[in-house]
């Protein structure tokens, strides 16, 4: 048995065999072969496993993100079975005497150049398509994305870092724990951990070449620790900790249909934060009040293209439909930094969490906004909405946003579609200079939402992503606390409403504070809030001020 250890981001215990995650190479070496007829049968063979797969996510995303969001593998498994797309494979394979995995991307290349040039934009949008199925092929041939072949049983996914997109389109059914080298408590991965109540080590130094493809192995997401191939002894110990985890979540759900409140009745709303339709049953089986963000810019990470108004629609109101009534806040594209999505063609940057990102890709490219913007009104129809904008650092920008929505309710009243004529607008407070002037941002709008994962790292100036660094990131730093609580007493001068939806919201050691701020609305992952609401249960405010 051996025993690594790395930080715990998401606590639970979890068994099952390891599986390297390892990035498919981007272009793939070429080399000649004797036998070229045995290329081609690699390459049918690895076209059919391919194509499987997409038949089963098509499948499973239509479940959860409906018809619209799951025609991309359709697509995809179309273009695996054009006639033009696998002659030109073939020829390469015989014409040059190669092997299948240059000629797979020979092929992508080729095909990807010719649909850029198109005139037509669909078919533009369609060369990321064929270098996306394209890599998926090369990947079974290089044997790369494991995942997919030991998909029939529980696994712990280790990987070098998973980016948000690479996370998103991960098929979940039998992930048991994830293990990166890289990440940080904040990064998306360690949050979308949480938010499926799976356990999660980051940080572990050499994860790939530690822990080996198939050992058994075990994670215990609340020590930091990773055991491989484990013996009797510790694994019936970490089963023991695994009933009393879950003994430890029954007695919690006694909490589930409660109001949040103090011994001394001084109540807060306690909402989940969501990134899909899926996260939204999580939040509802763990007696979310509201959902205090929703990170729409999960629904552009899960597809290769623009997701269409139509698609936006389907997702926003069926949302809006499952939470009956109770306010829904949705964030608009939050895109940029670590959330990148290839088909935006974003600059490479510097410094990309101080570059184009959220607000500035929305105000600087106006017809994505929009569509987004029309597809949101459309479903305030259906539920209550709150659109909340994130990375906001003028009023300048909140008015421009104001008159882009402004058009956008305009034209829908002159197609005669309906809409709410009461949908609120919520700044989030990411940035300091949204903080210091939230005096002034709250005559702007109705609700303020913050996001202490960027205010954090802006104010510390200390880079989310880096863990190197995390010993110089004080989440309770003074600053921090003193920006939240400026913001909260502006906004009250204003009588509008303030919540937290960034990590620090769900730190119980800080819900005294929180609550003695009247933060009005605590937003967390779903897997967080029958512990805070019964955290919030033990304090009585009603004695004298806490010393900060
Ligand atoms: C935040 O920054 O705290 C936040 C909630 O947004 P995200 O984590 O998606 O950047
Ligand atoms: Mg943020």
Same mark, same amino acid.
């Given at each position: 048995m051996k025993i690594y250890k790395g930080e715990g981001v998401s606590r639970g215990v979890a068994f099952g065999k390891i599986n390297l995650y390892e990035k498919a190479a981007a272009a793939a070496e070429k080399y000649t072969v004797e036998n070229t007829e045995n290329e081609i049968a690699r390459f049918e063979n690895a076209r059919a496993q391919a194509i499987a797969q997409l038949a089963l996510l098509f499948t499973k995303t239509k479940e959860s993100l409906g018809e619209e969001n799951s025609l991309l593998f359709q697509i995809h498994q179309m273009m695996l079975e054009d006639l033009d797309y696998c002659d030109s494979v073939k020829e390469i394979i015989r014409g040059e005497k190669v092997n299948a995995e240059y000629a797979v991307s020979e092929t992508a290349a080729r095909f990807a150049e010719m649909f850029a040039t198109m005139e037509d934009e669909y078919m533009k949008g369609r060369a990321a398509d064929v270098r996306d199925v394209s890599g998926r092929v090369l990947d079974i041939l290089t044997g790369g994305g494991k995942e997919k072949t030991i998909l029939q049983q529980p696994y712990i996914l280790v990987a070098e870092d998973l980016a948000p997109s690479e996370t998103a389109q991960l098929d979940k059914t039998y992930v048991q724990a994830f293990v990166t080298a890289g990440g940080s408590r904040n990064s998306h991965t360690a949050i979308f951990a949480r938010t499926m109540g799976i356990p999660a080590v980051i940080g572990l130094e050499g994860a790939l070449q530690n822990l080996p493809d198939g050992a058994d192995c075990i994670v215990d997401g609340a020590a930091g620790e990773v055991y491989v191939e484990p013996d009797q002894e510790t694994a019936a110990r970490l089963r023991k900790k695994q009933e009393a985890e879950q003994a430890r979540k029954k007695l919690l759900s006694?909490? +589930?249909?409660?109001?949040? $409140?103090? +011994? =001394?009745g001084k109540k807060t709303e306690l909402c989940a934060n969501i990134g899909n339709l899926n996260d939204l049953q999580f939040a509802l089986d763990n007696g979310a009040e509201g959902i205090g963000l929703f990170r729409s810019e999960f629904l552009y990470l899960e597809s290769t293209d623009y997701p269409t108004e139509e698609a936006q629609f389907t997702v926003y109101k069926t949302a809006l439909q499952k939470m009956a009534g109770k306010r829904v806040v949705i964030r608009t594209l939050d895109i940029g930094a670590d959330k990148q999505a290839a088909y935006f063609d974003l600059p490479k940057e510097e410094n990309p969490a101080m570059g184009m990102r959220a607000i500035r890709i929305c105000l600087t490219r106006p017809a994505v906004f929009e569509t987004q913007l029309r597809a949101l009104y459309r479903s305030s129809a259906y539920g209550r909405l709150a659109i909340l904008l994130p990375m906001i650092t003028s009023v300048e920008e909140v008015r421009r946003v104001k008159e882009i929505a402004a058009g956008v309710q305009r034209r829908l009243e002159e197609e005669n579609i309906p809409f709410a004529p009461d949908v609120e607008l919520g700044v989030m407070i990411e940035t300091p200079a949204a903080a210091v002037i939230s005096d002034l941002l709250a005559k702007e709008v109705d609700l303020f939402s913050v996001g202490t994962n960027d205010l954090t790292q802006y104010t510390l100036a200390a880079?989310? $992503?880096? $863990?190197?660094?995390a010993q110089f990131c004080d989440t309770h730093h003074p600053a921090l606390l003193r920006l939240i609580r400026l913001s909260a007493d502006n906004i009250h001068k204003e009588g509008k409403w303030i919540g937290i939806c960034g990590e620090?919201?769900? =730190?119980e050691s800080l819900a005294e504070t929180f609550m003695r701020m009247g933060i009005d609305e605590l937003s967390v992952t779903p897997t967080a809030i029958l512990p805070l609401r019964a955290a919030i249960a033990e304090l009585d405010l009603s004695n004298e001020e806490e010393k900060q």
């Amino acid at each position: 048995m051996k025993i690594y250890k790395g930080e715990g981001v998401s606590r639970g215990v979890a068994f099952g065999k390891i599986n390297l995650y390892e990035k498919a190479a981007a272009a793939a070496e070429k080399y000649t072969v004797e036998n070229t007829e045995n290329e081609i049968a690699r390459f049918e063979n690895a076209r059919a496993q391919a194509i499987a797969q997409l038949a089963l996510l098509f499948t499973k995303t239509k479940e959860s993100l409906g018809e619209e969001n799951s025609l991309l593998f359709q697509i995809h498994q179309m273009m695996l079975e054009d006639l033009d797309y696998c002659d030109s494979v073939k020829e390469i394979i015989r014409g040059e005497k190669v092997n299948a995995e240059y000629a797979v991307s020979e092929t992508a290349a080729r095909f990807a150049e010719m649909f850029a040039t198109m005139e037509d934009e669909y078919m533009k949008g369609r060369a990321a398509d064929v270098r996306d199925v394209s890599g998926r092929v090369l990947d079974i041939l290089t044997g790369g994305g494991k995942e997919k072949t030991i998909l029939q049983q529980p696994y712990i996914l280790v990987a070098e870092d998973l980016a948000p997109s690479e996370t998103a389109q991960l098929d979940k059914t039998y992930v048991q724990a994830f293990v990166t080298a890289g990440g940080s408590r904040n990064s998306h991965t360690a949050i979308f951990a949480r938010t499926m109540g799976i356990p999660a080590v980051i940080g572990l130094e050499g994860a790939l070449q530690n822990l080996p493809d198939g050992a058994d192995c075990i994670v215990d997401g609340a020590a930091g620790e990773v055991y491989v191939e484990p013996d009797q002894e510790t694994a019936a110990r970490l089963r023991k900790k695994q009933e009393a985890e879950q003994a430890r979540k029954k007695l919690l759900s006694l909490y +589930k249909d409660r109001p949040t $409140q103090t +011994k =001394d009745g001084k109540k807060t709303e306690l909402c989940a934060n969501i990134g899909n339709l899926n996260d939204l049953q999580f939040a509802l089986d763990n007696g979310a009040e509201g959902i205090g963000l929703f990170r729409s810019e999960f629904l552009y990470l899960e597809s290769t293209d623009y997701p269409t108004e139509e698609a936006q629609f389907t997702v926003y109101k069926t949302a809006l439909q499952k939470m009956a009534g109770k306010r829904v806040v949705i964030r608009t594209l939050d895109i940029g930094a670590d959330k990148q999505a290839a088909y935006f063609d974003l600059p490479k940057e510097e410094n990309p969490a101080m570059g184009m990102r959220a607000i500035r890709i929305c105000l600087t490219r106006p017809a994505v906004f929009e569509t987004q913007l029309r597809a949101l009104y459309r479903s305030s129809a259906y539920g209550r909405l709150a659109i909340l904008l994130p990375m906001i650092t003028s009023v300048e920008e909140v008015r421009r946003v104001k008159e882009i929505a402004a058009g956008v309710q305009r034209r829908l009243e002159e197609e005669n579609i309906p809409f709410a004529p009461d949908v609120e607008l919520g700044v989030m407070i990411e940035t300091p200079a949204a903080a210091v002037i939230s005096d002034l941002l709250a005559k702007e709008v109705d609700l303020f939402s913050v996001g202490t994962n960027d205010l954090t790292q802006y104010t510390l100036a200390a880079d989310r $992503q880096n $863990q190197s660094i995390a010993q110089f990131c004080d989440t309770h730093h003074p600053a921090l606390l003193r920006l939240i609580r400026l913001s909260a007493d502006n906004i009250h001068k204003e009588g509008k409403w303030i919540g937290i939806c960034g990590e620090l919201g769900a =730190d119980e050691s800080l819900a005294e504070t929180f609550m003695r701020m009247g933060i009005d609305e605590l937003s967390v992952t779903p897997t967080a809030i029958l512990p805070l609401r019964a955290a919030i249960a033990e304090l009585d405010l009603s004695n004298e001020e806490e010393k900060q």
